[in-house]
C-alpha cells in the first residue's frame, strides 16, 4: 500500500469502530482539536468555554484559531463542569463548548448537550485520554458535534505520535480533510475560510495504529486490568483513596486514580515521582489550566475546585508497556512512603 492508502483505511476503521460516519486522521491530538475549531470557522471574537481541569494541550489551540478561552470550575469530585459555573460564563459571544474527558472520565454528556442546543453552541469533545469509555453503550468523543482524539505513546490505541477527529457531519468531514493538508486538493464544497496546515498522519503511524486498533478491545481490557490491579494494591493504605469511578460509565481505566489524604499531597505526588512512580502532578507538573503562566491575561475567575482537585490526585501513569512486575514496584513504592511520608518543612 502506498500513497495515503493505509490512512484512509485506517479512517474507514475509526468510523467503524466507534460507530459515527466519518473519521479524519491527523498529526497529532493538537491538530484534530485546532482542526475541529477551524471546520466550525472559530476565529477572532469567539469565545470557547473550556475546563479549568484540563492541560494546556487542551487550550492552546482555541488560541491557534484565533479564538478566546474562557475558563470554567469543575464539581468538587472533579468529574464534570461545574453547571452553574458554566451557565454564568455563556454569552453571546460564546460558540463552542470544550469538555476534556481528563483521565478518561466523561462528565454528564446527555445534560451538557441539553444546555449547547439551549444556546445554540457546538460541543467539541477533548476525548484524547477517553479512547473506549462509554457512557449507555456509546463512545466518549461521539456525543458531540465533533470528538478529538491522540494516538501519542500513552494512549489506549497507540502509534507512537498522531491523532483523529470523529463527526457525523459530512461539511465538516469535508472541511477537516481539506484543512489538514493546505486544502490541497481542494475538495468539492470546501470553502477555505482560513490557511490550512500541514497536519496529515505519516503512513507508517497510520499503519501502526492500524494494526493496534485491530487489536483495540485486548488493548482495552490490558489498561482497565492494569488500574484494576493498582487499585486492588493499594486497598486499605492509609492516606491513599482510590477514586471511585461512576458504576453508569463503562471506565477505560486510562489511570490508576487516588485521592491524596496524606498532608501536602501534591508534595506527595512530587515525591513520588522522584522515587519512580510516574503521575500527572509529579511528573508532568499538573496545574488546572487556568493558572497555567502561557494563559496569564486572558480574563478568567478562580477555579478553586479544580485547583484543590488537581493537588490532592494521584493519577498514576500507564501504558502499555507495563507489565505486572512494574506495577507491583509502583504500588509498593506509593504503600512505602504513605507509611513514612509527613509534612514537608
Request: a positive charge.
Amino acid at each position: 500500500m502506498t500513497g495515503t492508502a493505509h490512512t484512509e483505511a485506517l479512517e474507514r476503521e475509526l468510523a467503524a469502530q466507534f460507530g459515527v460516519r466519518h473519521a479524519v486522521a491527523v498529526a497529532s491530538g493538537t491538530a484534530a482539536l485546532h482542526t475541529a475549531l477551524a471546520a466550525l470557522d472559530l476565529g477572532p471574537g469567539d469565545d470557547v468555554l473550556v475546563p479549568a481541569l484540563s492541560v494546556v494541550m487542551s487550550v492552546a489551540p482555541v488560541i491557534h484559531a484565533g479564538a478566546r478561552p474562557i475558563f470554567v470550575d469543575c464539581t468538587p469530585d472533579g468529574t464534570d463542569f461545574d453547571h452553574d459555573d458554566l451557565a454564568t460564563k455563556i454569552t453571546a459571544a460564546t460558540r463552542a463548548i470544550l469538555p476534556v474527558h481528563l483521565w478518561g472520565r466523561v462528565g454528564d454528556s446527555v445534560r451538557l448537550l441539553r444546555l449547547a442546543r439551549r444556546y445554540g453552541v457546538d460541543v467539541v469533545e477533548d476525548a484524547c485520554q477517553a479512547q473506549g469509555t462509554q457512557v449507555g453503550g456509546r463512545h466518549a468523543g461521539t456525543f458531540g458535534t465533533i470528538g478529538c482524539f491522540s494516538m501519542k505513546d500513552g494512549k489506549v490505541l497507540w502509534s507512537g505520535e498522531g491523532g483523529y477527529l470523529l463527526t457525523d457531519r459530512d461539511d465538516l468531514y469535508a472541511y477537516a480533510r481539506s484543512f489538514r493538508s493546505h486544502h490541497q486538493p481542494p475538495y468539492p464544497g470546501v470553502r477555505a475560510t482560513r490557511p490550512g496546515h500541514n497536519y496529515r498522519l505519516a503512513e507508517p503511524l497510520a499503519a501502526v495504529a492500524r494494526a493496534n486498533l485491530a487489536r483495540f478491545d485486548a488493548l482495552l481490557a490490558r489498561r482497565r486490568r492494569q488500574a484494576g490491579l493498582l487499585r486492588e494494591l493499594l486497598s486499605g493504605t492509609p492516606g491513599i483513596e482510590v477514586v471511585d469511578v461512576s458504576a453508569e460509565q463503562q471506565w477505560n481505566g486510562y489511570s490508576l486514580l487516588a485521592s491524596v489524604t496524606l498532608p501536602a499531597p501534591r508534595a506527595f505526588c512530587e515525591h513520588l515521582a522522584r522515587q519512580g512512580v510516574p503521575n500527572s502532578v509529579g511528573t508532568f507538573r499538573l496545574v488546572p489550566a487556568d493558572r497555567q503562566p502561557v494563559f496569564a491575561g486572558l480574563p478568567t475567575t478562580p477555579c478553586r475546585n479544580a485547583a484543590a482537585v488537581v493537588d490532592r490526585t494521584l493519577a498514576v501513569v500507564l501504558n502499555d508497556h507495563d507489565h505486572d512486575g512494574r506495577l507491583d514496584r509502583y504500588a509498593k513504592t506509593i504503600i512505602r512512603e504513605a507509611r513514612r511520608w509527613h509534612r514537608p518543612c
